[in-house]
T-cell receptor, first 113, second 112 residues
């Protein structure tokens, strides 16, 4: 099993739709979690951190389920500009107090008019 | 802040040549990461540094790859000799503590 897995998609949705992505992780000792967005031929950029209690930022909601070892991202009222690849990142502890980040392969979202 | 700076942005070279990629992290950040991204394998962590010290290089493909961080404001990733299968986008990222990573614009490497 891969350390971090995502459905590659693409998810093809109309404007205004609600869409959700999941990301599963295999290491139960994982400590912190993030969602990044990557536009075509650009670098990944942080979309939002994922907190244990869940968190919301405008149309975006992120949740963590430690028992089932997955994180989710919900996008409400999709915009054309939301079209991108969404990468989940899982950080696990490493020696000397450092950490190791692992990126999922990403989920492609296409929002059409 | 200028963000993470990478150079060159594009590199085209011939098989067997040495390639050096450069990265300047954000000032004050104590972690620096080198990634490689391809369609086949996604974003792979190659090596990362904490306070200029290499912590984990298990992602470095083979001995042809090496990375250095001589000071807090500069790092290099070197491939010698380069091969066509090294063609990819190489990203450098930095972070403070264990917070979000900030990525540079990447170097698009093509090895002919």
């Amino acid at each position: 099993r891969k350390e971090v897995e995502q459905d590659p998609g693409p998810f093809n949705v109309p404007e205004g739709a609600t869409v959700a992505f999941n990301c599963t992780y295999s290491n139960s000792a994982s400590q912190s979690f993030f969602w990044y967005r990557q536009d075509c031929r650009k670098e990944p950029k942080l979309l939002m951190s994922v907190y244990s209690s869940g968190n919301e930022d405008g149309r975006f909601t992120a949740q963590l389920n430690r028992a089932s070892q997955y994180i989710s991202l919900l996008i409400r009222d999709s915009k054309l500009s939301d079209s991108a690849t969404y990468l989940c990142v899982v950080n696990r502890g490493a020696s000397g107090g450092s950490y190791i980040p692992t990126f999922g392969r990403g989920t492609s979202l296409i929002v059409h008019p | 802040d200028a963000g993470v700076i990478q150079s060159p942005r594009h590199e085209v070279t011939e098989m067997g040549q040495e390639v050096t990629l450069r990265c300047k992290p954000i000032s004050g950040h104590d972690y620096l990461f080198w990634y490689r991204q391809t369609m086949m394998r996604g974003l792979e962590l190659l090596i990362y540094f904490n306070n200029n010290v290499p912590i984990d290089d298990s992602g470095m493909p083979e001995d042809r790859f090496s990375a250095k961080m001589p000071n807090a404001s500069f790092s290099t990733l070197k491939i010698q000799p380069s091969e066509p299968r090294d063609s990819a986008v190489y990203f450098c990222a930095s972070s403070k503590d264990r917070r979000e990573q900030f990525f540079g614009p990447g170097t698009r490497l093509t090895v002919l």
